[in-house]
């Protein structure tokens, strides 16, 4: 068994600079900052690897980004274990996150539940633990962006190619050749909403604008920087997606205070409490605070109206199943067995309240204040830089589910950007200066 361990683990390096290993085959600690190409594309290849292609596998039908996921999932497991990595909190309440999914739908759901629960459970917690074992240090974070910039690219291209043929090309190409349902287009007036690869204009649009959110960081000149994020805002209008715009925006808008606040070492405990202030008055004055915010985040003001229509009747059902849910069944309701815009509710429904506390906690633990001075060892003002760039994708990622509801690859990717904050956090726990 250990010795299929260790041929296994040479294999590994194949993704990555070569590195010194340890008598155990593992790689020792000083090479845990090194590149993982391969890993990286496997990550992130739900992007541009529509849901029409799936594999069967023991009778399921599993999307090729999933089963990227599920290819790292046990070489992930044994690089965190290896000496040296720490355990973190935010390890602990994801993996906890993941058994009460499944742990909901065998206690109230059916056969179909569970299998649905533990696909999702492997795509956020999946995500997470593969971003937390090999996308640690800034090689291996710079080969994340690298992979992704290069995605990023293919996927407005295709949501460019939507636009000028009027209709989602890839999904109806993928339909007519493996025979799935179809995807319908959406317009906005006359014009097709871009979805390119992704399964809907909305996820398309924030995950453009989340892309930008860490390419703001991640380049060091204005001129690539300015290149890159407007990659992001042309796939931000083609999608033409009020979540995705503002969610642009509001990354844009902390990019720029972040720069002209940067001698004024108390510009974030201001900007939060403005934010403070912003949210009591709105609690305060609102009728309705909740459907005040949400009728804010659209273009179409009915849609709004709609959305708050889906809390009130989503808050009725909740209470009735407060701590587990309903799984995956129907609850006939007219309205919330169409469609659910929020991440939040449809957990709640699925799995209930203390699954949100997870969620809530697995994003909030990650981001939880670290020294702000600049680590004097190489890769030091990068990783800095990095930090406040996953943290803003995880802050977008919570409000922008007010009015959105994540899955297949904006699900992974989620769990992806949790565990690359959460390695932020060791890397820098690791200097000491926590």
Known sequence: ??????????????????????????????????????????????????????????????????MGIM????????????????????????VALAAWMVGVAIYAGDKDSIS???????????????????FFGPSALKEFTRVLKVL????????????MAGRWVVHDFLTSVVGSPWLGAIYRGDTVRAASTLDHPILFGTFCSLSGGIFLHSESTTLR??????????????????????????????????RAMRSFPARWGLFWFVVAVIAAVVFAA???????????????????????????????????APVTGFAFDLLNSDILDHTVDSVWLVSALRFGLPVIALMVLVNLVTILPTSQ?????????????????????LLLYMFVGLTVHFWSFMWI????????????REWFMDTGRT
């Open 225 to 258: 920087r300015m290149f890159w994020v407007g990659i992001c805002f042309v796939g931000c209008a083609f999608s033409q997606s009020s979540a995705g715009m503002m969610s642009f925006f509001i990354a844009l808008s902390a990019c720029i205070y972040q």
């Open 286 to 320: 609102a009728n309705h605070p909740i459907g005040w915010i949400i009728s804010h985040m659209t273009f179409d003001p009915s849609s709004g109206f709609y959305r708050i229509l889906i809390w009130d009747a989503a808050f009725v059902k909740i209470a009735q």
């Open 413 to 424: 990717f989620w769990g992806l950007c949790v565990g690359c904050r959460a390695s932020l």
């Open 71 to 94: 290819l790292l999932i046990v070489p992930a497991l044994f690089t965190l274990c290896r000496k040296g990595r720490k355990l973190l909190v935010s390890d602990l309440i994801a």
């Open 116 to 134: 649905s629960a533990m696909a999702l459970s492997i795509e956020y917690t999946g995500g997470y633990l593969v971003a937390r074992a090999f």
């Open 373 to 393: 001075q600049r680590v004097r060892r190489p890769g030091g003002d990068y990783m800095v830089r990095m930090r406040r760039a996953f943290t803003l994708v």
């Open 1 to 66: 068994m250990t010795s299929g361990i260790n041929e296994f683990d040479r294999g590994l390096p194949r993704f990555a600079a070569r590195g010194r290993v340890g008598s155990t085959g593992l790689p020792q600690r000083r090479d845990a900052s090194r590149a993982y190409p391969l890993v990286a594309w496997l990550a992130l290849c739900g992007v541009v690897l529509p849901t029409e292609l799936q594999l069967s596998v023991a009778g399921a039908r599993v999307t090729l980004g999933r």
């Open 152 to 163: 990023t690219v293919i996927v407005v291209a295709f949501g460019m190619a939507d636009v």
